[in-house]
Structures are given as C-alpha cells and as structure tokens.
C-alpha cells in the first residue's frame, strides 16, 4: 500500500504562488509515477501534472502549463507542485496521486490518492 499525504494549500491572491507538497510513505514509490489532479466544487476531477518515476518526462494540463511546475526527490519520497502565477480558476481540491505504470490524464487509471488540500485564489 501506498499512502500519500498533501501539505502547502492555502489562501493567495490572484498573481501570486503556492508549493504544494506529496509525502509517500508505506510501499516505496521511487519507482512510481506521481500526478497532481484537482477538483473544484460541482466539477470532475482535471489533471494537473504528472511526472515520470525518474523525473525525467513530465507532462502538464494546458491550463498550468508554464506557470506551475511538477518535481520529486526520491529520496525524499516527495513530489512538488510549484504553482505561480495563480488565477481564481485555479481555485479547487489539489490532490496527488501514484501509479506503478505512467498513466495520463484519466484520472480513473490512477493507484493511489492522498486526501487532498485546498487552494482557494482570490480575485
């Protein structure tokens, strides 16, 4: 079993930025992809990001792409969401989540979930 645990959400304003953070504990996840989804209230779960068990491919929603960036240490057993340049609609329930494969953007082919943290930008 994986569990993973979110931290870093927050109230910001618009323009500003946020570092949201995922601790895996339990069944090493080194060798795991790592994603960060999100869900805002009355709407589906949206894919944020996703990076490679080595970090080496990463792949973003076109929403954040070039303003929030995805990164892990293994070592660590931590995955990173840097989000800058934050608007309202960015606004919603970040969730990070861990697979074995490298799944994309459905969030249904995905293991593992953490709890979530919210985000909440104001205009």
């Known amino acids: 079993q994986v569990q993973l645990v979110e931290s870093g959400g927050g109230l910001v304003q618009a323009g500003g930025s946020l570092r949201l953070s995922c601790a895996a504990s339990g069944r090493t996840t080194s060798s795991y992809a790592m994603g960060w989804f999100r869900q805002a209230p009355g709407e589906e779960r949206e894919f944020v990001a996703r990076?490679?068990?080595?970090?080496?491919?990463?792949y973003y929603a076109n929403s954040v792409k070039g303003r929030f960036t995805i990164s892990r240490d293994n070592a660590k057993n931590t995955v990173w969401l840097q989000m800058n340049s934050l608007k309202p609609e960015d606004t919603a329930v970040y969730y990070c989540?861990?697979?074995?494969?490298?799944?994309?953007?459905?969030?249904?082919?995905?293991?593992?979930w953490g709890q979530g943290t919210q985000v909440t930008v104001s205009s």
């Open positions: 989540a861990a697979d074995p494969a490298l799944p994309g953007s459905d969030y249904a082919r995905w293991d593992y």
């Open positions: 990076i490679s068990w080595s970090g080496g491919s990463t």
